[in-house]
């Protein structure tokens, strides 16, 4: 996951008479009197947390918020000037920014608080990272599939909503991967969590949960994913392919 700061904008004319409440003392931040406008520090504010539903279901956009800043450089007000088409995201940046901080604005005589001024945001799940949900190999072999684009979720129901159902169970599984370079203290978790589709054939053809991992141990972790092999779910004696099967990987 990568957070991308985009410039900070004035925006223009209208903007600047745009609706915000304005917070005593503080001056808009168009006035003249206005020499240099608030600038975010990114080196001593604290990223915002990628909300983990926003996450999972790959929502990625950009926000504009319209804040006061005061002559601190503490934001004092915010409220959503353009949303990113997430609620959870717009909601997020909402609970980030009052902990941000900015260089205040000036005029002549020194710090001074001001309101309207814009942040555009930009929140971005990075390719360097394996997307929350990942289609396995064997949803090929199966014929689940003919491209990773074309699987989506395969139409198969949560084991926990499966009255009845029993779940599937382990019957092989490949050693245990070694974590790239051994140094699984420093760059990884020393386990993993994660949640399987398993077909009825007794194969996982997806896996969520590897959304944070780094591309070298994700491949290692994928490959010992598709080695492992189930006794299927069951539901009324015959198989059946469920979701959110709890598998958790311990590296060696």
């Not at 539903?53 to 959503?80: D, P």
């Not at 084991?159 to 990884?188: C, F, H, N, Q, S």
């Not at 590897?210 to 972790?221: K, N, Q, T, W």
């Not at 189930?230 to 539901?235: D, G, I, Q």
């Amino acid at each position: 996951m990568r957070l991308v700061p985009l410039a900070l904008l004035m925006l223009a004319g209208a903007l600047a008479g745009a609706a915000h409440a304005q917070v005593d003392g503080a001056l808009p931040v168009g006035d003249s009197r206005v020499v240099s406008k608030p600038a975010f520090d990114p080196d001593n504010s604290p990223l915002p947390d990628y909300p983990r539903e926003a996450k999972r279901a790959n929502q990625e956009g950009t926000v504009v918020l319209l804040l006061c800043v005061s002559e601190t450089g503490k934001v004092t007000q915010q409220n959503i000037l353009r949303s990113s088409s997430h609620e959870q995201l717009d909601q997020a940046s909402i609970d980030w920014i009052p902990n941000a901080v900015f260089t205040p604005a000036r005029t002549a005589e020194g710090p001074v608080a001001v309101c309207g001024y814009p942040l555009t945001w930009t929140w971005e799940l990075q390719g360097d990272t394996f997307p929350p949900f990942q289609p396995l190999g064997n949803a090929f072999a199966l014929g689940l599939s003919t491209s990773a684009k074309a699987l989506g979720k395969p139409p198969f129901d949560r084991l926990d909503e499966l009255e009845g159902a029993t779940p599937p169970v382990i019957t092989l599984a490949p050693p245990l991967p070694i974590y790239p370079g051994g140094a699984k203290g420093a760059r990884g978790r020393a386990a993993l969590d994660l949640e399987l589709c398993v077909a009825p054939q007794g194969r996982a053809v997806t896996v969520s949960g590897l959304g944070e991992v780094d591309p070298h141990p994700g491949i290692l972790a994928m490959t010992w994913l598709n080695g492992l092999r189930f006794s299927p779910a069951t539901l009324d004696g015959e198989p059946v392919g469920v979701c959110g099967v709890k598998v958790q990987l311990r590296w060696r």
